[in-house]
């Protein structure tokens, strides 16, 4: 691929015109909160804004979008520091509104991939899904891939696609790019230098409650690929954190505050996720999205304190929360985020010092059990992980 030299916003105008030009509308992204009465507290698919219209509502620029999607997601945190997962992260999505099949939107995701980013084929693998008791495989997209010659894994429970124990569901079918330095090999289930850069889910049926499926009043398709993601390996890194959006962080964070890599992946994201969530309206609170944004505040600190505990917030250039601001198109005054992060560091310094003053009295020289930790947080406000983190330390 000799795309090097393709930047995120390139890579963004591609793939928008692209599908402009097959008769798709780009729909202006929401914010990291979901519309009212969605039960999750960030959104984190490019498919939450659109609800209401995958289940037959009338969409006002008609039936093919696209659009870039801010996106949340807490399940990954102990994934990230790796070389694909953030937890704030933008996602590039394409619908079809009960308008065309599966096999066209496939057809064009190859395309794109292979044409408009200059891919490889040969270093393409699909998986699709190979049916269970409810329904059969999806023969559809497994002709359309072996017309086009690209290997196929069948899977069962990899490729089906829900919103949650109930709602919206589909058989999908993911494209996966070979990141290894050899000829590709094995597949992706087998092989995890085989990375995910495309997911065309097929959402034709509604879980009910009971487990049963029924389907929506129209057959749909809702893709999705991962920005940071798919730049990092059109740029040929090997990590999303060394993509071109996070060259100010790596020329700026390693000479402010020494730490290994796997650190610094995990300050720098949390950091840049952090400063999102504010610029979204969210403040650091106990419940809820205040205690998302709390957790990831203490969480980088806890890695930026490790090895020194003088470094402070107080020191973070102004540069890069206006980048991080503009990027994510947040018409917010960047001096606002830097007083928000800094207070709340200030915060968890004070309960810190609390606890190990709590923590060195003779009741809890012995081990702890729940009983102690449920007195720690209702009588001095001491979270579980905290006080685990101040007994390890």
Not at 36 to 49: A, E, N, Q, R
Not at 90 to 114: I, V
Not at 264 to 289: E, F, Q, W
Request: overall charge negative.
């Amino acid at each position: 691929m000799n795309t090097e030299k393709m930047t995120t916003e390139d890579i963004v105008r591609t793939f928008v015109e692209y599908f402009e030009e097959r008769g798709h509308r780009r729909i202006t992204g929401s914010t990291l909160l979901p519309p009212p009465g969605d039960p999750v507290l960030f959104t984190t698919s490019g498919m939450h804004p659109l609800t209401p219209y995958l289940e037959g509502q009338t969409h006002p620029l008609g039936r093919r979008l696209v659009n870039v999607q801010r996106c949340l997601r807490t399940t990954d945190l102990e994934e990230v520091g790796d070389s694909t997962h953030l937890t704030v992260f933008e996602m590039l999505g394409t619908w079809s509104l009960g308008d065309y099949e599966g096999p066209r939107s496939l057809d064009w995701g190859y395309g794109l991939l292979t044409d408009g980013f200059g891919v490889d084929p040969r270093l393409l693998h699909a998986t699709v899904f190979g049916g269970d008791e409810r329904l059969g495989p999806d023969t559809s997209s497994l002709e359309l891939w072996q017309e086009r010659g690209v290997p196929v894994e069948l899977t069962v429970e990899d490729n089906w696609w829900s919103n949650g124990p109930t709602g919206p569901c589909g058989p999908d079918s993911e494209i996966f790019l070979w990141t290894g330095d050899t000829p590709p090999e094995s597949t992706p289930t087998r092989d995890d230098r085989w990375v995910e850069v495309w997911n065309h889910v097929m959402m034709r049926h509604r879980r009910l409650v009971d487990g049963s499926l029924v389907p929506l009043p129209q057959r749909n398709i809702d893709t999705g690929l991962g920005l940071e993601r798919l730049a990092s390996l059109l740029q040929g890194r090997t990590s999303v954190f060394e993509c071109d959006l996070f060259d100010p962080w790596r020329r700026l964070v390693p000479g402010l505050w020494h730490m290994d890599e796997p650190s610094l992946r995990l300050v720098c994201d949390h950091l840049r996720s952090a400063m999102v969530v504010i610029g979204d309206g969210v403040r650091p609170a106990n419940t809820g999205r205040g205690y998302v944004l709390r957790r990831l505040v203490r969480r980088m600190l806890t890695v930026l304190w490790r090895d020194d505990p003088s470094h402070q917030l107080v020191d973070l250039p102004g540069e890069l929360v206006q980048h991080t601001l503009e990027h994510f198109r947040q018409d917010v005054d960047p001096d606002e985020v830097r007083r928000v992060l800094v207070e709340e560091e200030r915060r968890f310094r004070r309960l810190l010092e609390q606890g190990r003053q709590v923590l060195a009295r003779p009741r809890f020289q012995g081990p702890l059990d729940e009983e102690d930790l449920h007195y720690l947080h209702d009588t001095h406000g001491l979270p579980r992980d905290l006080v685990l983190a101040l007994r390890q330390g």
